[in-house]
């Protein structure tokens, strides 16, 4: 386990050390972005002392690794807003919208997997496939839009973009996220519950699952009771994997819903080249990533007895 | 659509734009005396007040999460309306005139030759943090965009060789030249009155003198702010509150409006406006203004430092096309200068250069052939690839061979503008001639993008600028607009209008044409009927 943490620290290491290297790859700098059609050659000069970026890049990345280690994010350059202001409020609306998403895509992609599972080459299984894969296969932005047309446009039940704010009560929140949940959902669905499904009939010819049978038990049963457990390791890592795309990868949700999350403000520092933001917030992404693929791995374990209990 | 004639320029007028916004078209007609932006006159206008409440919710295109509240950062439309929603400025462009009036000031004078400006300042003008505004205020706020800062304002105030108050509401300028046109450059967007302490200002605390308070500012999300109780005008800022929020996707942007969640949205895309003109309840506006698009050429570069090049390029292009498929008819022809129709000394009586391949062909073999490279991304403006695709077409009718080099979007600015030797540029204009020439044709200016030096241009930009006689003056930039169409490296094909949409619940009178969205300045002018 400690072993697994100091390989995760690691991975975060190098990874904030490829970002401040790429970043540094990227033509022009942020005082050329900010001053954009504007640029004089004076007013960079100035901008440039101003921001600090006359200090070489590799001193600007060990002043960063300072502070991140005792826990200051710094800084934004551009507005000289405290990055941990910056983030917080974004990252608990692209938590919020993962969550209230994994909450309806998790129970359905189960549900949806184990009765794929049990119904295996019927009618239902076939187009529970079919819808999900066409779901999956469409760019976020068209399913998006697609829901927006009906449900915002044609009848009217949900807003067209998902502004919310601080003064909103939590039932409000839920109701003006839905659409970017649904969205999400519907996008990631179908890798879980294919997953489920998979895994669940790859355990079905097992010696075990056949005396089951043989005792007569119904096949409901034998499937939830009996194969379930043993073919959660790699739906749990599916499942994590999902969750960790809900949270890092839903900027063109974010964009189409005009939702104010983390993803945005990447994608703006980033064009900016914004670079504490950057780092700031693709550190974020990292440690989710790592901390939910360390909870799948936790989480496997436990559920296995045979891995719990090594000989 | 329907075109029409007049003076040679085609003229095209998108008749879907809703009936109640009839006439966009005074600003080409030249009918406009205006100072500087134009005006357009929509059909519940000139109501001759507001009425006060409601929240007005505005989905804006711009909006970035660098965005700060320090005036001299102030590049994008979110941070140009929210100034204008909480500060003001020693002047205004008055929207049914064009003329600049004084808003902060309560008069001005220039003496000298134009060389020494007085301002009279407003008494009894209250900030938001209860502070009465003073000379001393003014003074710092100048101060904040001159010396050592990046300010954008900062080259326009290089003119100013001495500031001095004249008890707590005159402000004295002196100028190192004489600049009838001195009261347009101090009431730039940037420099916005702020109140000072110990003789400067606190760049981002966000107060001002505006119509409404500061209450939330997420950069690149929303901006919040309540009326103002104590504002100076009685008949401005009807609204209770005001809510701008950041909306980069066109399509959520034009959502928003179709679903009620805002009440009005900038930067229409112009593929799809008149099916969002078609939807009940909505108003799509329109109005001329001085943003024009250009291809600007290195002068200094071969082969473009040959001006048979020049006009070779500039006859081979056919300018209507571009107009009507590029701007979908939501604009006029330009002349290759970058004085718009609205300017007060356009040069109308200047004949419209014309599509003629037999010209380009001429101008071409003189030249030796013709085969260049145009460098253009939609960052330059939307539709700018296309609009290079076109252009190659039409030059290829008269022997020239234009490749059209797909640059990247991103660190466009930076990388191609001003560096290759031919791309796509958009200019938002400026209020007077003499601005816009001083910003990019003036010899060895900064954003001189086409690197073009003329000594008599440089020459009449001078006499121009101090001269306070209006015939004289009209003599002078009529005569520059000339040396810039013919010898000048820009191609200017079009003027774009400022085409942005309401709720039929939103009422206003006549709109300004020096910013999109009434000048900017919505906040304080519109209310709900």
């Known amino acids: ?311 | 659509m329907k075109k029409t004639q007049i003076n040679n320029k085609p003229l095209i007028l998108d008749c879907k734009v809703s009936r109640r916004n009839f006439l966009r078209g005074s600003a080409a007609l030249g009918i406009a005396g205006s100072t500087a932006g134009l005006l357009t006159m929509t059909g519940n206008a000139f109501a001759a007040g507001g009425k006060r409440g409601g929240r007005l919710r505005a989905g804006i295109a711009h909006g970035s999460t660098t965005d700060s509240l320090d005036p001299a950062t102030y590049e994008n439309n979110f941070t140009i309306q929210l100034n204008y929603g909480i500060q003001n400025h020693l002047g205004e462009v008055d929207a049914a005139t064009g003329a600049m009036v004084p808003e902060l000031a309560e008069s001005w004078e220039a003496t000298n030759g134009a060389q020494t400006w007085i301002f009279n300042l407003r008494q009894g003008v209250e900030f938001h943090n209860g502070k009465t505004m003073d000379a001393d205020d003014v003074i710092a706020s100048f101060q904040h965009h001159m010396g050592e800062s990046a300010s954008p304002a900062r080259s326009l105030l290089d003119q100013v060789s001495s500031m001095r108050k004249d008890g707590n509401n005159r402000v004295i300028f002196e100028l190192s030249g004489g600049n009838a046109d001195f009261n347009f450059v101090a009431s730039d967007y940037h420099i916005a009155i702020k109140p000072s302490k110990d003789g400067k200002i606190d760049p981002t605390d966000g107060i001002g003198t505006g119509g409404y308070v500061l209450k939330e500012f997420e950069p690149g999300v929303r901006f919040l702010a309540e009326r103002h109780a104590n504002f100076f005008k009685s008949d401005r800022a009807w609204f209770d509150e005001i809510e701008m929020i950041s909306i980069i996707d066109p399509a959520a942007r034009q959502n928003a409006l179709a679903t009620g969640e805002v009440d009005t949205i900038d930067r229409i895309d112009l593929k799809t406006a008149h099916l969002l003109a078609r939807q009940s309840g909505v108003n799509l506006e329109e109005v001329t203004g001085t943003k024009h698009y250009t291809f600007p050429m290195r002068t200094d570069t071969a082969p473009f430092d040959d001006n048979n090049v020049r006009l070779a390029l500039k006859y081979a292009l056919k300018r209507d096309e571009l107009v009507e498929k590029v701007l979908y008819g939501h604009g006029t022809v330009g002349n290759d200068h970058p004085i718009a129709p609205s300017n007060q000394y356009h040069a109308s009586t200047l004949p419209q250069r014309e599509y003629d391949p037999d010209k380009a062909r001429f101008y071409a073999e003189k030249a030796g052939g013709v085969k260049v490279q145009l460098s253009a991304a939609d960052a330059a403006f939307p539709g700018a690839v296309d609009a290079a695709v076109l252009y190659q077409e039409h030059a290829t009718a008269a022997g020239i061979e234009i490749e059209v080099v797909r640059e990247p979007n991103d660190g466009y600015w930076s990388n191609v503008w001003m560096n290759k030797p031919w791309g796509a540029c958009y200019w938002g204009g400026r209020p007077t001639e003499d601005w816009m020439f001083t910003t990019a044709y003036q010899g060895g200016a900064s954003w001189n993008d086409t690197f073009w030096k003329n000594d008599r241009f440089d020459e009449l930009l001078l006499l121009g600028r101090a001269e306070t006689n209006r015939d004289t003056r009209r003599a002078i930039y009529y005569e520059m607009q000339q040396i810039v169409s013919d010898d000048g490296g820009a191609v200017v094909p079009m003027f774009a209008n400022y085409v942005f949409a309401t709720t039929d619940k939103v009422g206003h009178s006549a709109m300004a044409g020096n910013w999109d969205m009434d000048g900017a300045k919505y906040f304080e002018r519109w209310w709900f009927v």
């Open chain 1, 1 to 311: 386990m400690a072993q697994r943490i100091a390989l995760g620290l690691l991975t975060l290491f190098v990874i904030s050390l490829l970002i401040a290297f790429g970043v540094e790859l990227l033509p022009g700098d942020l005082a050329q972005e900010i001053l954009g059609q504007g640029a004089t050659p004076e007013g960079l000069r100035v901008l440039r002392l101003q921001l600090g970026l006359d200090t070489p890049p590799h001193i600007r990345y060990l002043d960063w690794l300072g502070g991140m280690v005792t826990g200051d994010m710094g800084l934004s350059l551009a507005n000289k807003r405290p990055i941990a202001e910056l983030i917080g409020p974004r990252l608990s609306n692209t938590l919020f919208l993962g969550g209230f998403a994994a909450m309806i895509a998790i129970p359905i992609a189960l549900t949806l997997g184990i009765l794929a599972a049990l119904y295996r080459n019927s009618l239902y299984d076939r187009g529970v496939n079919i819808f999900t894969l066409t779901s999956i296969s469409f760019p976020e932005f068209f399913i998006a839009y697609i829901l927006i047309l009906f449900f915002a446009i044609k009848l009217g039940w949900f807003p067209g973009i998902s502004n919310i704010s601080s003064e909103l009560s939590f039932l409000d929140k839920l109701y003006r996220t839905l659409l970017p949940a649904a969205s999400l959902t519907l996008v990631v669905v179908a890798h879980m519950m294919r997953m489920t499904r998979a895994s669940i009939i790859n355990l079905l010819s097992s010696p075990y699952i056949e005396m089951a049978h043989l005792k007569g038990i119904k096949p409901l049963r034998i499937i939830t009771r009996h194969a379930l457990p043993n073919a959660l390791a790699p739906i749990i890592n599916v499942i994590a994997i999902n969750l960790a795309y809900l949270v890092v990868g839903v900027v063109i949700v974010e964009v189409v819903f005009v939702y104010p999350g983390l993803g945005q403000l990447l994608v703006d520092s980033v064009s900016k080249r914004d670079v504490p933001v950057v780092q700031a917030c693709s550190m974020i992404f990292a440690s989710v990533y790592i901390f939910l693929n360390l909870s799948a791995d936790v989480i496997s374990i436990v559920t296995n007895p045979r891995l719990l209990y090594p000989r």
